[in-house]
């Protein structure tokens, strides 16, 4: 069975930071890109980062460049999002979607920046 399973979302205040989390199983984590997206309530979905199957290339959107880091671990089947410098304005669940052959979504972590 393949998850997706997004942690470390919670409530931060403006200017603070949080790393997120999406462990994965049940399908071959190393062979697929990876993303970040977001959902504010009542909005449409984000895209908020990406990362290449092996990790050497990351993009970002520019909401969001300078202030956020994707990364991966392979060896442990887990995406990290590192964000910094949080604004208001980033509160929204955070999804983690594997694609290559097939699309995998996670089912959220809601991250709130309020003072």
């Known amino acids: 069975e393949v998850q997706l399973v997004e942690s470390g979302g919670g409530l931060v205040q403006p200017g603070g930071s949080l790393r997120l989390s999406c462990a994965a199983s049940g399908f071959t984590f190393s062979g697929y890109h990876m993303s970040w997206v977001r959902q504010v309530s009542g909005k449409g979905l984000e895209w908020v980062s990406g990362i290449v199957s092996g990790g050497g290339n990351t993009v970002y959107a520019d909401s969001v460049k300078g202030r956020f880091t994707i990364s991966r671990d392979n060896a442990k089947n887990t995406l990290y999002l590192q964000m910094n410098s949080l604004k208001p304005e980033d509160t929204a669940v955070y999804y983690c979607?594997?694609?290559?052959?097939?699309?995998?979504w996670g089912k959220g972590t809601l991250v709130t920046v309020s003072p």
């Open positions: 979607y594997a694609s290559y052959d097939m699309g995998y």
